[in-house]
């Protein structure tokens, strides 16, 4: 996929160190691990994607129904 759009993000120092580290063990460019990222987010359900951002509180019955529904969406397109 081409690069059309910057995206120009601040974050903590220590953040951007540990992320470094991440992308160095993983073996993967930092832009590539963002691109992934960003992929896979957008895919997620309005649900889970409120969660992450903390919009939505989270609790045991909250986790059951959103594992419960990455399930039936992983048995359904055959991705683990």
Known sequence: MPLEENLRIRISTDLKE??????????ISQQDAINEMMEWFLGQEDLVQSMIFGQI??????????LNKLMER???TGKK
Request: with cysteine; charged share 40%.
């Open 18 to 27: 540990r992320w470094t580290a991440a992308c160095e063990r993983k073996k």
């Open 57 to 66: 509180e989270s609790t045991p019955e909250l986790h059951r129904l959103v």
């Open 74 to 76: 992983s048995q359904k």
